[in-house]
């Protein structure tokens, strides 16, 4: 089985085709990005929140250290080649990424915190109160639309966003 990886992901190990810069919202597939994407930065300056930055080769990606995305649609309106698209007609999503809680989240080591599930819009993180205990975060997946605010609100970083993995069809 072979894959096709780009030369950057070559040269920076990531032998498996996985690690792919986090694109702005609407994007289309990392293959027609790279086509079309004249990097003018038109979607960087459309970001009324500062998080889509250039990366690497000046492509714009998107930086959750500081905000999460409300998906306003104005990055997409902004970028005239067409590598982000959006049929507002249609209720597409924006992208696959979703919220992962880590091991060394506050709440999950016996310290109270909620910043995570008090900023999170779609109740997607919600806390479950124990005997005993301080209240577990509990993520629901489907409803989390990886806009990014917990893990801009996290004081340690505990949560990090990623594309879903794809289900794994049953034999």
């Not at 959006?86 to 310290?111: F, Y």
């Amino acid at each position: 089985m072979t894959s096709n990886i780009s030369r950057s992901q070559f040269l920076s190990g990531d032998f498996s085709g996985n690690n792919l810069p986090i694109r702005p919202p609407w994007a289309l597939s990392e293959e027609l990005f790279i086509e079309r994407c004249t990097r003018c930065s038109e979607c960087v300056k459309a970001c009324p929140y500062h998080l889509i930055k250039e990366g690497r080769g000046k492509f714009p990606i998107v930086d959750f250290s500081i905000a999460g995305c409300d998906f306003c649609r104005d990055c997409v309106n902004a970028c005239e080649p067409g590598a982000l698209n959006s049929d507002p007609d249609l209720e597409s999503t924006p992208w696959t990424l979703k919220a992962e809680i880590l091991s060394n989240c506050l709440s999950l080591n016996s310290i109270v915190c909620r910043a995570c599930g008090d900023t999170c819009e779609e109740r997607a993180i919600t806390f479950k109160l124990e005997l005993g205990g301080v209240a577990r975060p509990n993520l629901d997946r489907q409803a989390c639309t990886g806009c990014g605010e917990c893990y801009a609100v996290c004081p340690i970083k505990s949560v990090t966003i990623k594309p879903e993995a794809p289900q794994e069809q049953a034999a």
